[in-house]
């Protein structure tokens, strides 16, 4: 079986997402919306083969999925694919992908996670892959990857006891990846498939620099959560380094550099003292 999991928060156009869902739930057998809005989205009008879960709160990523994954009944062979609510993809998508880890496990590949190659559509720029593993034409072995479009059997999500709900938004995609390498899977990306990816609101250039820009808000869960991964030992030292780097140098460059200096000041003291106290979930 292949299943979807979605997720949806306050959306600009309802019309969009539920195209979106449309789209993704005539690849699959069956599409389940996690509705983290303020208010339960009123689409018009679901696909026969979706449930439309409202939380009543903002669960975040982590929690909104794990109320799905183990909340209800899976087979460890089946599929689950995780998007957003602006993925939209092409036909046949989903098939190809699962023909893709098919032939890797035919490989004897001990497959953990499975995504396509990412186009930014923010810097409108393909996000390139480090093709120095390559393990199959066309497929490479990756550290991490965003959620999007992420692939998975089910088996391999209850080995790794699922997402991590301690990570509540921005890092929730990395730290399960990590964890599923870590539980001695590899994590795949494949430049066989492309998906289109909205990263950021848009991007700032100061130099050769350059900065994604995001809402304020978004200053709080990424140094917090930068915060909680940074000691444990799944982190690659690369991401160490980033990490140190996050919870130092960087807000004070967005301090300077970006517009609402107050706010994502505010939001980033915040997020230290969420942290010390041991606070997680919505801020």
């Known amino acids: 079986m292949i299943y979807s999991l979605i997720t949806v928060y306050n959306p600009k156009s309802v019309e969009d997402v539920n195209r979106n869902i449309y789209t993704i739930a005539s690849q699959v057998d069956k599409i389940y919306i996690c509705d983290n809005s303020a208010s ?20 975040g990523l982590s929690q909104a999925f794990n109320k799905v994954l183990k909340g209800f009944t899976f087979n460890d062979e089946d599929f689950i694919i995780f ?10 998508y989903i098939n190809s992908l699962i023909d ?13 996670c ?10 409108n720029s393909i996000i390139e892959v480090d ?29 790794i006891n699922f997402w991590n709900e301690k990570v509540f938004l921005d890092l929730a995609d990395f730290d399960l990846t990590w964890r599923v390498k870590n539980a001695g899977y590899k994590n795949i990306r494949t430049d066989r498939l492309l998906f289109n990816h ?19 808000v978004r200053e709080y869960y990424q140094l917090r959560e930068s915060l909680y991964l940074l000691p444990k030992k799944y982190v690659p030292s ?4 980033k990490f140190l780097f996050a919870v ?7 301090i300077l550099l970006l517009d609402n200096k107050l706010k994502r000041l505010k939001f980033m003291l915040v997020a230290w003292k969420d942290f010390i106290n041991k606070k997680y979930g919505e801020l």
């Open 238 to 241: 690369k991401y160490k380094k």
């Open 83 to 92: 998007f957003d609510q602006d993925s939209l993809i092409s036909e046949g």
């Open 131 to 159: 093709k120095s593993k390559q393990l199959l034409e066309g497929c490479y072995e990756v550290s991490q990857m965003l959620t999007s479009s992420t692939m998975c059997r089910y088996s391999v999500l209850n080995k």
């Open 248 to 254: 130092t140098f960087r807000p004070l460059l967005h």
């Open 198 to 216: 909205t990263y950021g609101d848009s991007i700032k250039k100061f130099g050769k620099y350059k900065i994604t820009v995001e809402a304020p």
């Open 40 to 59: 339960k989205t009123l689409f018009s009008e679901l696909p026969s083969n979706s449930e439309h879960l409202f939380f009543n709160k903002n669960l």
């Open 100 to 112: 893709i880890y098919k032939e890797l496990e035919s490989n004897n590949i001990k497959v953990g």
């Open 114 to 123: 499975l995504c396509p190659v990412l186009f930014n559509s923010t810097s």
